[in-house]
C-alpha cells in the first residue's frame, strides 16, 4: 500500500483547471519532487492534498483513507503536514511559540488540564518546551528563540516555518517551494536538515521546488506537471533527459 | 521565560495587597473596589475572546446579562445556594457563548460583528418579553445571599473577599490558558486559520471554547454585579455597557492579560475621580474608546512596553549573514 | 383577513421598508467605495435629523428646511470622512467596527448633552389627517415617506447610471487601483460618498422624524437597515432597496399577525438566518469562508 495515492484527481475553480487527472502515488519513506513552469498546478496539487481547496473529481487516499472530502484539520491530524510558500507563520507569536503551536495535536494536556495547571499540564508544557527547543537548535533558531515572529527576515521565516510543520510529526510532509528566498548556502543547509531529519523519523517528503540543483540532487522521484497535467515522472536523471519536459521548460533548465 | 517571574512576582505582590485593602476603606469605597474586580473577570473574558482569538463580540454585555438574571432567578425563586446559583449564570451564559460561535465559525469580521450586534438586540428584547420572570423594564431586585456557614455576604467586606477569590482564581485561570495550547491555538488562528489547520487545530472548535469561555467569565461577572448593586436593571446590559467594556481591553491593550486588569481598574475607577462630569461620562468613553484606537493601539500596556524595549532586537552583528535580508 | 387591510397592511410596510431601504443605501454605498462598513451610520441620521429641528425651530419653512439640511449635513459629512473616517481606511475590520461604532456614540453622546432625552416633533406642512380613498385609511405622513423613498432612488439610479461623478463612484467600488490609474482622484471619491450617504441619512432622518419624534435614540433605526443590506447582500445596491423593502413588508405583517414585540424580533431573526444560511444574501457575491 502506497502511503500517498491520487487518481484521476482534478480540481477546478470557476472555469479553470488547476489540477486535471492527475494520478500518482507516493511511498513511505520517499523522497517525491514535483516540478513544473510556473502556473502547472503544483500549489494547488498541496491545497487539494490538505484539504485546504476541494476536491472536483478523483479520489485521494492516504494510508488507505480516503482523504478527498476530509476537513483540512482532520487531514493534517491523520499525518500530512505542509509548508507555506508564502510563509504563514504567526506573526505576533515569538518563534518558540509558533513551534509549540507547532506541537499542539500531540500534546497531553487538553483544556480543563491547563485551564487548572494540573500536573499533567505542567509536565506536558516542560516536555513541549524540551522538545520545541531540541528543534529550534536543529534549524539554527535557538538565537531567536524570544523574538517575535513578525520581525523576522524572509529566510529565517522559511526555517521557522519547516520546523513548525516538523513539529507536528508528521507521516508525510508537503513542502511548497521551500528554499525560495534562502540565500544558496541556507538552502542547501535546510534542504540537508530536511532530509536527515526525514531519514531519522521516517518522514516522507513532497516538494515543489523551482530550484532545480536542489531537487535534483533530494528526489528520489520526480513528478512534472504542466497545465495541470502530469506529463512525466520518473528518476531526476530521467527527467532531466525527457523531451516532453524539456520541451515544457521551453530548455530554460537543461544545464541543471 | 522571563515573564515568568514577573508574573509571580506580581502574584505574590498584589495577593496580600488585596486582602488588606479594604480594612483601609469606607463602605463606599469598597464596593468601588468590588466593581473594579467584577469589571476586570468582564474584561479578561472579552480580551481572550476578542484580543487573542480575534472574534469581534459587541454582545458580552448580553453574556452578563444572561449570567445576572440565571443567578439571581436561581436564587430568589428556587433558593439555591449561591455556590451552585453562580457557576450555573456562568455555564448558562457559556452555553449561549457556544451557540454563538456557530455564527462565528462560518463568518468573520463585518458580519460577526452584526450578527452579535443582533443578538445583543434579541436579548434585550427577551428581557422585556419575559418580563413576567425578568421583571422587565422595571428590573429585578438581586437580595446578597446567605453562604453556607452563616457567612453572610449582606456585608460589604464579606462580598468583597467572595468576589476577591473569584476574581483571582478566573484570572488564574486565564493565564493558565495563555500559557497552554489552548492560548496558543486562540492567538494562532487570530492571525492564520489557514496555517492553524494544517497543524491539526481546528479553528471551529477553537472559536467554540473561546466564545463560551468568555461568556462564561462575563455569565460570572454578570452574577456578581447583580448582587453588588441589589438590583439589575436591563439597561445596564445593551449598547452603552458593550462600549465600556471594549473600552476596556482597548485601553488596557488587546490580547493582553495584564491590559484587562490595567484597562477595567482605570476604566471603573475614572468616573470617581472625575465626579462632578457625570453627564459627560458617556461622550468621554467614547472619545476615550476612539482616541485609544488611533493613538495607542497597543493600548497602556503597548505604550509601557515600548518605553521599557531595551534596544533594537536584530543589530547587524549578531545576525549570521545568511539570515539577513538580501540587499535590494 | 380582508383584503382591505392586506392592501392596509401590504403599504405601511412598504412605507417603513422605504425607510430601512435608504438607509441601507447611506450603508452600502460607502462600503463599496471604500470598504468602510460606518457602525455609526444611525447617527448620521441622528445628526441631520436635529440640524433639520434647529433650523425649524429657528423659524425656516420646511422645504428650505429640508434643502438646507442636505447641504449641511453632506458638508458635515465630508469632514467627518476626511478627519476621523479616513485613518481608517485599510485598518483591521476590528478597527472600523469599533471605531465607526465610537464616532457615532460620540455624535449620540453629544447631541443629546445639549438636547437631552426630549422628544421633539418636527413640523410638516401636511396635516396627519388620514386619507380615505373608498375604504382604505392612508396617513399621509407614510405616503410622503414611500413617494420621497421611490424619488430619491430613482435619481440615485440615474446619478449612478449616467453622471460623471456617479460613475467615478462605480469605478472605485469596483477596482480602486484601476480607478487611480484612470485619473480618479480615489480619496474624493471617498469624501463624496460619505457626504452622499451622510446626506441621505439626514433625508432619512427628516422624513422618519413626523413618525418617531426626534431624540438621541432615533439612530437604533441603524440595526433595520443592517438586516436589510444583509437581505440584499452588502455589494448590492438595488439588493438594498430590495432587502429594506421586504424587510418593511414581513415586519409589518407580523406585527399584525403576533404582536409587536415579536416584530422586533423578526428583524434580527431574518438577520441571523441570513448570515447563517447564505450569507451573500439575495444578490450579493462576497462567498463565505467555513473554517
Redesign the interface.
Known amino acids: 500500500m502506497s502511503l500517498l495515492t491520487l487518481e484521476g484527481v482534478t480540481v477546478r475553480f470557476g472555469g479553470v483547471h488547476a489540477v486535471r487527472n492527475v494520478s500518482m502515488a507516493v511511498e513511505q519513506g520517499e523522497i517525491r519532487g514535483l516540478i513544473g513552469p510556473n502556473g502547472a498546478g503544483k500549489t494547488s496539487m498541496i491545497n487539494v492534498i490538505t484539504g485546504m481547496v476541494p476536491c472536483t473529481a478523483g479520489s485521494i487516499r492516504f494510508r488507505d483513507q480516503e482523504i478527498s472530502r476530509a476537513p483540512a484539520h482532520e487531514i493534517a491530524r491523520l499525518g500530512i503536514g505542509r509548508t507555506f510558500q508564502h510563509v504563514e507563520i504567526f506573526s505576533d507569536q515569538t518563534v518558540v511559540e509558533n513551534v509549540l503551536t507547532g506541537m499542539s495535536r500531540h500534546l497531553p494536556h487538553g483544556f480543563w488540564a491547563s485551564a487548572l495547571s494540573l500536573p499533567r499540564a505542567r509536565h506536558g508544557e516542560r516536555a513541549a518546551r524540551l522538545a520545541a527547543e531540541e528543534l529550534l537548535e536543529a534549524f539554527d533558531l535557538t538565537q531567536y528563540r524570544d523574538v517575535l515572529a513578525g520581525d523576522l527576515p524572509f529566510g529565517v521565516l522559511k526555517r521557522l516555518d519547516l520546523a513548525r510543520a516538523l513539529a507536528a510529526r508528521p507521516l508525510l510532509l508537503l513542502l511548497d517551494e521551500p528554499t525560495s528566498g534562502m540565500s544558496e548556502v541556507g538552502a542547501l543547509q535546510a534542504i540537508e536538515t530536511a532530509r536527515t531529519l526525514a531519514r531519522n523519523h521516517g518522514i516522507s517528503l513532497f516538494v515543489i521546488e523551482h530550484n532545480m540543483r536542489v531537487i535534483m540532487s533530494l528526489a528520489d522521484t520526480i513528478t512534472v506537471l504542466d497545465y495541470g497535467e502530469k506529463i512525466a515522472e520518473g528518476s531526476p536523471a530521467a527527467i532531466q533527459d525527457d523531451q516532453a519536459v524539456i520541451d515544457a521548460y521551453l530548455g530554460a533548465n537543461a544545464d541543471a | 521565560?522571563?515573564s515568568m517571574w514577573t508574573a509571580r512576582l506580581a502574584w505574590l505582590l498584589a495577593i496580600p495587597l488585596l486582602a488588606v485593602l479594604p480594612l483601609a476603606l469606607d463602605g463606599y469605597q469598597i464596593y468601588i473596589v468590588t466593581l473594579v474586580l467584577v469589571n476586570v473577570v468582564v474584561a479578561v473574558g472579552l480580551n481572550l475572546l476578542?484580543g487573542n482569538a480575534?472574534q469581534?463580540s459587541?454582545c458580552h454585555a448580553s453574556f452578563m446579562a444572561i449570567g445576572a438574571y440565571t443567578t439571581t432567578l436561581l436564587m430568589t425563586n428556587l433558593g439555591v445556594p449561591f455556590l451552585v446559583a453562580l457557576p450555573t449564570g456562568g455555564v448558562a451564559a457559556a452555553v449561549l457563548g457556544g451557540v454563538l460561535a456557530?455564527?462565528a465559525?462560518?463568518?468573520?469580521?463585518?458580519?460577526l460583528?452584526?450578527?452579535t450586534?443582533?443578538?445583543l438586540?434579541?436579548t434585550q428584547?427577551a428581557i422585556?418579553?419575559f418580563g413576567w420572570l425578568t421583571g422587565g423594564v422595571r428590573g429585578l431586585m438581586a437580595p446578597r445571599p446567605t453562604i453556607v456557614g452563616g457567612i453572610d455576604l449582606g456585608s460589604d467586606l464579606h462580598l468583597y473577599y467572595a468576589v476577591l477569590i473569584v476574581t483571582l482564581f478566573l484570572v488564574?485561570?486565564a493565564y493558565?490558558?495563555l500559557?497552554?495550547?489552548?492560548?496558543?491555538?486562540f492567538?494562532?488562528v487570530r492571525?492564520?486559520?489557514?496555517?492553524?489547520?494544517?497543524?491539526?487545530?481546528?479553528?471551529?472548535r477553537t472559536k467554540l471554547?473561546a466564545f463560551a469561555l468568555a461568556a462564561f467569565y462575563a455569565g460570572i461577572g454578570g452574577g456578581l454585579a447583580g448582587i453588588l448593586a441589589g438590583f439589575i436593571d436591563p439597561t445596564e446590559y445593551g449598547?452603552a455597557a458593550t462600549?465600556r467594556h471594549?473600552t476596556f481591553i482597548?485601553l488596557g491593550g488587546i490580547?493582553s492579560l495584564v491590559g484587562s486588569i490595567v484597562g477595567a481598574t482605570v476604566l471603573t475607577l475614572l468616573p470617581e475621580v472625575l465626579r462632578g462630569a457625570a453627564?459627560?461620562g458617556?461622550?468621554f468613553y467614547?472619545?476615550l474608546?476612539?482616541g485609544s484606537?488611533?493613538l495607542m493601539?497597543k493600548g497602556l500596556v503597548g505604550l509601557v512596553s515600548h518605553w521599557t524595549r531595551r534596544g533594537p532586537?536584530?543589530s547587524e552583528d549578531?545576525?549570521?549573514a545568511?539570515?539577513?535580508?538580501?540587499a535590494r | 383577513m380582508s383584503f382591505d387591510i392586506v392592501v392596509q397592511l401590504l403599504f405601511s410596510g412598504l412605507s417603513v421598508g422605504s425607510i430601512y431601504a435608504l438607509v441601507a443605501l447611506s450603508l452600502v454605498i460607502p462600503f463599496k467605495a471604500s470598504g468602510i462598513l460606518n457602525f455609526g451610520q444611525g447617527e448620521m441620521l441622528l445628526l441631520g435629523a436635529y440640524v433639520a429641528l434647529a433650523l425649524s425651530l429657528a423659524g425656516l419653512p420646511y422645504w428650505l428646511v429640508m434643502v438646507l439640511t442636505l447641504l449641511i449635513s453632506a458638508a458635515l459629512g465630508a469632514v467627518i470622512e476626511r478627519v476621523l473616517m479616513r485613518p481608517l481606511v485599510n485598518a483591521p475590520e476590528f478597527t472600523i467596527v469599533i471605531g465607526t461604532y465610537a464616532i457615532g456614540l460620540i455624535i449620540k453622546y453629544a447631541m443629546r448633552l445639549y438636547w437631552q432625552d426630549d422628544v421633539y416633533r418636527l413640523p410638516v406642512p401636511f396635516s396627519s389627517q388620514p386619507w380615505v380613498i373608498g375604504t382604505l385609511r392612508i396617513n399621509p405622513v407614510y405616503a410622503w415617506m414611500l413617494v420621497v423613498a421611490l424619488l430619491i432612488t430613482a435619481a440615485l439610479a440615474l446619478f449612478f447610471q449616467r453622471s460623471r461623478l456617479g460613475k467615478a463612484m462605480r469605478a472605485v467600488s469596483q477596482n480602486q487601483q484601476a480607478s487611480r490609474l484612470m485619473g480618479i482622484g480615489v480619496e474624493r471619491i471617498f469624501s463624496a460618498t460619505f457626504a452622499l450617504s451622510t446626506a441621505l441619512g439626514a433625508l432619512v432622518g427628516i422624513l422618519f422624524a413626523p413618525v418617531a419624534g426626534i431624540h438621541p435614540e432615533l439612530g437604533n433605526v441603524i440595526l433595520k437597515a443592517f438586516v436589510a443590506a444583509v437581505i440584499g447582500g452588502f455589494t448590492s445596491l438595488p439588493g438594498a432597496v430590495v432587502g429594506g423593502l421586504l424587510l418593511g413588508v414581513v415586519e409589518t405583517f407580523a406585527g399584525a399577525f403576533f404582536g409587536s414585540t415579536l416584530r422586533n424580533v423578526v428583524a434580527f431573526a431574518i438577520l441571523i438566518l441570513i448570515l447563517l444560511v447564505r450569507p451573500n444574501g439575495l444578490f450579493g457575491t462576497i462567498e463565505s469562508r467555513r473554517v
Open positions: 521565560m522571563r476578542t480575534g469581534i459587541l456557530l455564527a465559525i462560518r463568518l468573520s469580521g463585518f458580519y460583528a452584526l450578527a450586534l443582533g443578538f438586540e434579541v428584547i422585556e418579553e488564574w485561570v493558565n490558558l500559557e497552554s495550547p489552548v492560548g496558543r491555538a492567538n494562532a492571525v492564520s486559520a489557514a496555517a492553524v489547520q494544517t497543524l491539526g487545530v481546528s479553528p471551529a471554547t449598547t462600549l471594549i482597548v490580547g453627564e459627560y458617556d461622550l467614547a472619545a474608546l476612539l484606537l488611533i493601539p532586537v536584530l549578531v545576525t549570521p545568511q539570515d539577513r535580508e538580501p
